[in-house]
Structures are given as structure tokens and as C-alpha cells.
């Protein structure tokens, strides 16, 4: 199956500054690449994908790209505030079912 | 829109004793999943459903775990007995299909 290893599990960052948060998988034949935000005594939350036929997307201050030669996809927060704060999870999966296999999870702090 | 229901939010049981969740998903999507969180990690996928079908429970303890999903809508998980390695947060999701999964909250199960 899916194997998705997430780094850095722990993230402080000023106020204003950039958040990167790295991702590999194993499956080639995944094609479906999900981040999720998940507050404290809340169910994850989609806040932006990619899917394989293109290599960066991005929505206001989130970006994410995608090497699917060295599968590997980054996700890029800039201008940090303190509602960042929260724990982001990677994923991957096939468009075929969307079973998603998560990453361990980074826990981001931004300090104000 | 309302979102995806779970009950109990919380529940402590001695290990040998029987829990059971419920999950009413978002009206009108035909998948919902069932995964478990232990803390400190990645949401793990326990069971598919596709309507009121089993697309994937491979990684379901069977001698343990069960689950069910009435008429296509609400589900239920039930875990009978329980073990102290049982103890995590049990999200459920449902998806129209597209990619997006959009969680409840959970249930925490504390196994003593």
C-alpha cells in the first residue's frame, strides 16, 4: 500500500514569515494530493490539492507543488498569521477511490 | 450545508467492553469512511463505503472491529471487546466522489 512520510513533525515560525512543510510517497500510481488543517478537537479540514497533471497550484497565500519523478510535493504558507497555527497533513491517493494514506502530521506554531 | 455528524464526542470504557459510533454523513454523498487517529499521528483508513457497500476494509480488525452502513446513510462502528490500543479518536468522512473529504469531528475513545 501507500506509504506518505511527512517532515518537519514540528513548526515555529514569526508572524509574517514562510511555512514549508515536505512530503514523499511510494505509490507511482498515486495521482491525488490532498492537504488537510486540523484545529484542536476538529476533524481535518481540505485546504488545498493537486492532482498529477499539473506541478503547482496556488490559492492566495497556500501553495503546493508537486515532483512526480522524485514523488515528492511540498506545501508552501506564506505571510504566516497566528490562525495558521493548527497541524497540516499531507496525503496521497488514487483518483480511482480517493482512499487517502496521511503523513504523521506537522504541528505549526506561528508566534506572534 | 450541514456537516458530518458524530456521536458520541467522547466515550471511556474498560478494555473488554463493547463501543459503538454513529456517523451521519453529509446528505447526498455516497461514500463515507471511517478512519481512526491515534494521537500524535495521521488519520488511518479503517473501512470505504460506497453507498451502502464495502468498497475496502482491508485494514478493519475483523476479529474486533465491525461496521455497517443502513440504506445507504448513516453508519455505525462498533468495536467489541476492546483493547487498550483501541484508545484514539475515530473520524468518519464522506465525499460526493470529486476528491474532497469532509470530516465530523470525532469520537474520542479512551480504553482503560
Known amino acids: 500500500g501507500e506509504n506518505v512520510e511527512q517532515h518537519p513533525s514540528t513548526l515555529s515560525v514569526q508572524e509574517g514569515d514562510s511555512a514549508v512543510i515536505k512530503c514523499t510517497y511510494s505509490d507511482s500510481a498515486s495521482n491525488y494530493f490532498p492537504w488537510y488543517k486540523q484545529e484542536l478537537g476538529k476533524g481535518p479540514q481540505l485546504i488545498i490539492d493537486?492532482?498529477?497533471?499539473?506541478g503547482e497550484k496556488k490559492d492566495q497565500r497556500i501553495a503546493v507543488t508537486l515532483n512526480k519523478t522524485a514523488k515528492h510535493f511540498s506545501l508552501h504558507i506564506t505571510e504566516t498569521q497566528p490562525e495558521d497555527s493548527a497541524v497540516y497533513f499531507c496525503?496521497?491517493?488514487?483518483?480511482?477511490?480517493?482512499?487517502?494514506?496521511f503523513g504523521a502530521g506537522t504541528t505549526v506554531t506561528v508566534r506572534a | 450545508e450541514a456537516g458530518v455528524a458524530q456521536s458520541p464526542r467522547y466515550k471511556i470504557i474498560e478494555k473488554r467492553q463493547s463501543v459503538a459510533f454513529w456517523c451521519n454523513p453529509i446528505s447526498g454523498h455516497a461514500t463515507l469512511y471511517w478512519y481512526q487517529q491515534i494521537l500524535g499521528q495521521g488519520p488511518k483508513l479503517l473501512i470505504q463505503f460506497q453507498n451502502n457497500g464495502v468498497v475496502d476494509d482491508s485494514q478493519l480488525p475483523k476479529d474486533r472491529f465491525s461496521a455497517e452502513r443502513l440504506k445507504g446513510v448513516d453508519s455505525t462502528l462498533k468495536i467489541q471487546p476492546a483493547k487498550l490500543e483501541d484508545s484514539a479518536v475515530y473520524l468518519c468522512?464522506?465525499?460526493?466522489?470529486?476528491?474532497?473529504?469532509?470530516f465530523g469531528e470525532g469520537s474520542r475513545l479512551t480504553v482503560l
Open positions: 493537486i492532482r498529477s497533471n499539473v
Open positions: 468522512a464522506s465525499s460526493r466522489g470529486t476528491g474532497e473529504l469532509f
Open positions: 496525503a496521497a491517493s488514487h483518483e480511482d477511490d480517493y482512499k487517502l494514506s
